[in-house]
């Protein structure tokens, strides 16, 4: 059992996969042995996140999640620390391995505690598991709120109750948790729904245990990618060995974007950096004349990479078809993925791009993919690698779907869920800021995927590693953007 290390690539499992995972690692063992190694698991963790714990609460629930609390209980009592157990459910209806653990816990004279108990200094939820998304209701209700709002640290065991392995959507309200205060025990593999959508709030800290079972079978669902490494840049290099990259956006009270998209690009390390604004009559920002104006229909957009839609408005669309038929490779963000939206007849010109090699990512947000998949922003955040994947698919390209856990999608590949980023991010520009260090790392040379997802890392890296005391901005952030370069020897 280890706290996961979120620097180092995983393979993510989602239900179907575990349980298959499960059913093979149990054929070769003997009966109960992987509950009874998650209780064994679940008792060490409990015991380090509160080690002079007066009252630790084990709430236990109706199926194979409750017997791992029964499992926990029993080894805590063995090891003479004090328990309250819970019981939401039926023992008559418990699963055979389940039943096991019950039977073992009633026979060792562990009584089952018929409330909350008043004062615990840890909460451990075993209340709902694998599979079990539903809404707890009754008393499996009000055990979860009176977790909440305790003060307490609280370990869920496997997943946090209500929480969907695959999709990361919590039927339960995960409350807002302080620093250390949510802990989240993953048996036997690591499961996609903890790490998008409302996974991170409800899980907290992620350890995680194999239970000595052997994941390699079974191709993963999804991955968290690690830390990509350092850039690496020769000294006898120049401005032309990373690539030009064009900005074009910025229509009439929107060039922010532009600017910001252009500046990260330049401090994530593009050669040059050329931006086409769509408001001929702006200003150009004084602190940035390391970048170059130039009228967009003049670029050689077969040279460059192009980094379309930052602040482009409908002013985006006149440009937007000669782009995609025309760019070396593409970001294509915010009002460009508009334009693509309002006509779907463009969509030819993407797969036309696919056909040919041609390098094109997509950074989304959950309201513009729903767009471009004509449903709604619920349905999106519902099931986040599949509205990603469906995209990537359907438009043959590389897709970010931005928010909590954002999902990078490609064609031919499983999708990766970056773990990096915090709150901080849901400020005004800093998707603009992405776009340009995608549009940064695609120029470089790297492949569409490498290049979203060493983006999205970084990006995300650069505001986890925000100091506390210093005012945060996009502008602030896109100059931070080279988090990823390596430092001259």
Do not use: Y
């Not at 940035?288 to 229909?297: F, G």
């Not at 839609?309 to 490779?329: F, I, N, Q, T, Y």
């Not at 064609?411 to 603009?432: E, H, S, V, Y």
Request: net charge neutral; glycine share 10%.
């Amino acid at each position: 059992m280890h706290c996961l290390d979120l620097t180092l690539p995983h393979p993510l499992h989602g239900v179907a996969a575990s349980r298959h995972i499960e059913r093979a690692a149990a054929a070769h063992l003997p009966a109960h042995t992987l509950m009874r190694r998650a209780g064994a698991a679940t008792a060490r963790l409990a015991m380090a996140l509160a080690p002079h714990a007066r009252c630790i609460w084990i709430a236990c629930g109706p199926g194979n999640n409750g017997g791992d609390g029964f499992a926990a209980a029993l080894e805590l009592v063995r090891r003479g620390r004090p328990v309250t157990v819970t019981f939401d459910g039926d023992a008559q209806r418990l699963p055979s391995d389940a039943r096991d653990a019950f039977d073992r816990l009633c026979a060792a004279g562990i009584p089952l505690a018929p409330e909350a108990p008043v004062h615990f200094d840890l909460a451990v939820d075993a209340l709902l598991g694998l599979g079990a998304s539903r809404a707890p209701g009754g008393r499996m209700r009000d055990h979860l709120r009176i977790m909440q709002t305790s003060g307490a640290p609280v370990l869920a065991v496997d997943l946090p109750s209500g929480l969907d392995a695959d999709t990361g959507r919590s039927a339960a309200d995960p409350g807002i948790a302080g620093p250390g205060q949510r802990h989240c025990l993953s048996l036997l593999t690591l499961k996609p729904g903890l790490f998008t959508a409302q996974g991170r709030d409800a899980a907290g800290v992620v350890w995680f245990d194999d239970l000595g079972a052997d994941r390699t079978s079974v191709p993963p669902d999804a991955r968290l990618p690690g830390r990509p490494a350092r850039a690496s840049r020769p000294h006898d290099s120049h401005k032309g060995s990373f690539g030009d990259v064009a900005v074009i956006g910025g229509a009439p009270g929107m060039t922010g974007a532009a600017w910001l998209a252009a500046t990260a690009a330049l401090h994530a390390g593009a050669g040059r950096v050329f931006v086409g604004l769509l408001d001929d009559e702006a200003p150009s920002p004084a602190a940035d004349d390391a970048l170059m104006r130039r009228n967009p229909r003049s670029l050689a957009l077969d040279r460059m990479t192009v980094v379309c839609g930052c602040g482009g408005g409908v002013a985006a669309d006149a440009l937007l078809p000669e782009v995609l038929a025309h760019a070396k490779s593409l970001v294509l963000d915010a009002d460009g993925l508009n334009a693509l939206g309002r006509h779907p007849d463009w969509r030819e010109l993407l797969q036309k791009r696919a056909q040919a090699h041609r390098a094109t990512v997509l950074t989304p947000h959950p309201l513009e993919a729903a767009r471009l998949l004509k449903t709604d922003t619920q349905a999106v955040q519902a099931d986040r690698l599949t509205a990603a994947s469906q995209l990537a698919h359907a438009l043959g390209c590389t897709v970010v779907l931005k928010g909590s856990g954002s999902v990078i999608a490609s064609p031919d590949d499983c999708p990766r869920i970056n773990p990096t980023g915090n709150a901080r991010l849901a400020t005004g520009g800093t998707g603009d800021v992405l776009a340009g260090m995608v549009g940064a790392a695609l120029a470089s040379g790297l492949d569409p995927q490498s290049a979203a997802t060493q983006a999205v890392w970084w990006h995300g890296a650069a505001a986890d590693s925000w100091l506390a005391d210093r005012p945060f901005s996009a502008s602030q952030l896109a100059r931070h953007a080279g988090l990823g370069l390596a430092l001259p020897a």
